[in-house]
């Protein structure tokens, strides 16, 4: 129809994160109403007969094998990567360059020299970059940045981020991806998104110390014992800029978590506790309710919290993991639209990386390191 | 693209449940890769101006402010009537008429007068219809059903079920739609759905006790108190086919609770719990744990669980309120593609009519009434 | 020492809960600093070895298996009845005629008939008569009577409460004195506790309708199947004289619960939670919170919060089973010192039985039944 | 009475923790039918008239200000000293040099120096020494400890532990003994109980690294603002002589948190959580329950559990704070009878105070430091 302005999308990867924004580009313009409504232009996987079959069940016009013909498709103008991470800043770049607007799936590169490249071209184009950390944006969470940022629990002591799950915990699981190669392991592939969550709720660390290991050093394969060349859990006790102190844990070999995002913060006026298992509730305990009246208050994520009516007018209802990756959908629209920059950015992808990288320099080194302000570094909003 | 077999949907109603079918279909071939891949036709609201909106925001092609055209379109080949109850039974016959395929909201028109109409219309039609019970869709309650349709938790000796929020809860809330006339009350607008989850999880109810009140009973308005003319809150006591004893709580009067679609189920091998308000988790208890280890242990939803995985690949990732309709629009979709009825057909919506009929006339008789069974009775599955 | 005013007891029964008594007559004192401080004179239990054998164990100066002897020893000051409930009349009755101040656990006798004797006798005495109604008697279940009596969560318009376990749940389970006679069953012996929450809490109860049933018909046994003579689990609708509505559940059959005295309570300005199996945390929901971020709050046990200083000066600390019945001491020592009735009197427990009563009469019926008020009806303080 | 063993009983100090022994030694025989019996001698406080108000509130047949006296009492034959952590050293050694055996309440003395001493002469003197680390003694942490020991979760992997409270968490709260010197500090009060908990759970630490900080480094005083001289809070990252890793958290500015006394404990086949909040509850984690059915199980404490049964013979009925105490007394009572240690001596008081000193020495270098394993190190059992 006429009057509306679409945008044509192209999506890089048919695997799990490439489908679900697919589904998000296919309903964000009904949940929304978004200014810029997604025609489904191109999508790209490893093979054209794949690419052909993911095109005709997410409603794509064309497929192509070739990211690189996707990028330049001139009815492409926004590219959205959700291929492996050793294709993010090659494809990020290429899109840049062809003038596309770019939203690029955590993490951003394989580490933080890439990260840099990618978001200084990024920067130099104008274009729309966004990373692609998803759960940050769920109502609850939102919410928490909104309590913290406002003072209700006034200034923050402590912060404790973890995200535990337990796909690898299996100590009998094969050897596969997952276990070889730095990128690919807890450190490089499950950390990202609670530290854009420690980012995001208490801004920039400064500082840090960290305890990494590969808990389970060899994985059955068909050819005998293999050895696991990534690591599968590790610990960082940090200061944050703001002065409070905190600590990560990341765990792919946590028994019995399945989705362990999760933060408890605490301040000189209250305190948050968040668990993505139980997506829907945030608690806040707040000093200011009367003595003998005191307690965690199990906050249910309803339409007066960011981004839920959309989803549903009943408070409790409650919201999904696809949820998220629609509000992306909405946000990087939202950023074109506008033409400006939308949180979470590159530049917050590539924080995310160089903590990262801080933490591998503390496990080589066994002590503390400083982590380095980025200039025109992104405060949490 | 020519190489799926597509299908003609229109959508009566543009409010709340008229937005998250539009979404629905918008995203149902995507998350399921289903057979028939909806085309979205045309919608119809109350103005010609509304529905064009709409349609716009949805991706209609078309819009009308006359369910008549809609459901005489000959490019539409089911209807979604997302409308008010009122309007259910004469839409429902017209499209039948018709020959479309006819997805129907909860409750099934005004009573069970009117959904028997409907349901012996259907069934001479040969055409798919079904009733809108969507928070059954959970993954964590078809869980729920396949555990006790398995024997898991033994012979069930106890059901307790409520459905209670807290919409009308405040006193100084003004009089409205909803405290107006018996089918927006409490049993005719909140109480279908967990009735129809004590039918779906342990079948057919053979005689109950009710109990019925309007708590608040006026309500400030403009004109000052008007008289509310439905209830607030209403419990049942009941016996199951099976021999079960069972309870039903319902109120749009319970405060603090937003989504209360709860239940709890006594066997005599282990027992289920679930609340609405978290959705993504079911407690089981087994009697066959070992002593001293027993208790109900929390499962997250997951991928091994129903329809789980066409959302994430992740446990414990989570679903939401629009994905239980999602899977519904799958439900009607796969029904259609295989010329055979799909539960919660119209028979599910006249059962669940007849168990509020039978307790208006426990309340005027203060004692026990018998349900009669339907022909054709269906069971859980 | 001289400078205390001591008091004799004298415990009859010897099993659970005359063990629990005598443990908290050795500790009250020290707790609560009490103004009378047991001396534990005599106990009794069903054969002399047995009863020396406690009286040593229990730190008494005398046994018996008499407990004429017992009532009548002139050392003894008070009485308390922890012995079969078809036993508790005729003690109560010649404890209150020896002068003596009784304590008679629940249930008062084997029904109202008795309990009505008993009250009756204890009246005219003068004496201190008490129930042992323990389970109200946590600092979270105190508190929540406060809550509701200071109308902070508004006008009361649902009670529900449940006592729920699963003692009886596996239907292998033996035939024993649990499954023989109807004051031993489910309603006799199980339901009294939260009945009395239901009266403590909300006040008295009008009118019932009650569903009574023997889930499990015979039990195993020496000689072969053996008929169970009492009732395995029951439900009661029930209409309050404060004009709430309200619903008890009664289950010794409850599969998976162990210790489910529960309730939840709904207010125009508020709601309550309470589960006895985590008894330090009361969850209370007010409409006075900010907008979005109102929810349960759970509030921990507390030195704020009733008796809960004696046991431990930290909140959160918690205290058990044991310490609700050295509270029940302190209260019935401080009755005797005060020489004054101390709430739950024999007049609380006779209306327990009277709601017992009426309960079976509404099964008998199958309908709704009146529950007369009592002379000097207490009130709930 | 001739027929049982008693022993004198004398106790330091008439606050908090000497009142929770004073209660424990009136209730521990009947309890748990012990064979030793306590006789309460004599009572020491800081003043002649406070000693025997204490005296007569707790039932000791005698009062002294001084502890030199309460040690070499001929009728004393086991001293519990719950008097400030200075005095540990001092009388311990009195206690033992005059043949007593001494239960002495954590930390054990000033700090590791001290408890070395202490350690030695007890070693030396052939006589019954304990550690009071109460919390570790529910039949939940109890249980959770034969579970590991039994290998019901596999090899530990990570071990989280906690412990929170919030009683200093208001930056208003004046200046006290709690905010002057180390030992009153946040790691010299606080934070023994959930090491001892860490080492009884698993084992050994054999290095670690420390971040620990005074966040509201003034306090309000009468003469104004108040240097703090001790510690607010403070993180240790470690590893355990199993190779597993792991993360304390000691804080008492922790906003909300009352009771904070946690571990999250991951192995190869298992995981447990436990929250002292909720103290009779055990979350278990089991890989070999059926897919699709996992998720942690919240087992409620009953009598399969260790010491439960003496309190309750109901399960889920629990226990609280005092019970901890009464268990401790128990078992002092025990080893004195059996005539050998009984866990936690004073050499678990002491490897507590070396993980202390060596946070502090990380503190100092921003560094890993070596834990030196002690001679005869005791293992959990």
Not at 13 to 30: I, L, P
Request: proline share 6%.
């Amino acid at each position: 129809m006429g009057w509306v302005s679409d945008i044509g999308i192209g999506i890089v990867g048919g695997g799990y994160m490439g489908k679900a924004h697919a589904v998000a580009m296919s309903a964000v313009a009904a949940v929304f109403d978004t200014a810029l409504r997604p025609r489904l232009e191109i999508i790209c996987t490893t093979t054209p007969e794949g690419a052909a079959e993911k095109a005709r069940q997410f409603g794509f016009a064309r497929a192509t094998d070739d990211w690189r013909q996707l990028v330049t498709d001139p009815r492409v103008d926004a590219v959205v990567i959700a291929s492996p991470q050793d294709t993010h800043k090659a494809i990020t770049l290429a899109a840049l360059a062809a003038g596309k607007h770019v939203f690029c799936e955590k993490p951003l590169g394989l580490g933080s020299a890439e990260s840099r490249a990618m978001l200084e071209a990024a920067q130099r184009s104008g274009l729309v970059h966004m990373t692609g950390f998803n759960y940050i944006r769920t109502p609850a969470s939102q919410l928490a940045r909104r309590i913290i940022a406002a003072g209700e629990i006034g200034k923050v002591t402590w912060f404790r981020g973890e995200h535990t799950e337990d796909f690898c915990a299996d100590p009998l699981q094969p050897a596969s991806w997952r276990t070889r190669g730095r990128p690919n392991g807890n450190m490089g592939d499950l950390a990202p998104h609670i530290i854009n969550a420690a980012l995001a709720l208490m801004g920039p660390v400064r500082s840090l110390c960290a305890d990494i290991e590969t808990v389970h050093r060899t994985r059955p394969s068909a050819a005998g014992p293999e050895a696991v060349t990534n690591d599968d859990q590790g610990q960082i006790m940090c200061r944050f800029a703001s002065g409070a102190m905190g600590h990560l844990f990341i765990s792919r070999v946590a028994t019995g978590r399945k989705m362990g995002y999760a933060y408890e913060i605490f301040g000189t006026e209250g305190a948050l506790r968040f668990d993505q298992e139980d997506q829907n509730a945030l608690w806040l305990y707040r000093t200011s309710d009367p003595k003998g009246r005191q307690g965690f208050t199990k906050i249910l994520s309803g339409p007066e919290h960011p981004d839920y009516k959309a989803f549903c007018l009943g408070p409790g209802h409650g919201t999904g993991y696809q949820d998220q990756i629609i509000i992306e959908a909405r946000d990087f629209l939202a950023a074109i639209a506008a033409g400006k920059p939308q949180w979470p950015t590159f530049a917050d992808g590539h924080m995310v990386n160089q903590i990262i990288d801080a933490a591998w320099t503390s496990q080589e080194r066994r002590g503390w390191v400083d982590v380095e302000p980025i200039a025109g570094e992104p405060q949490p909003a």
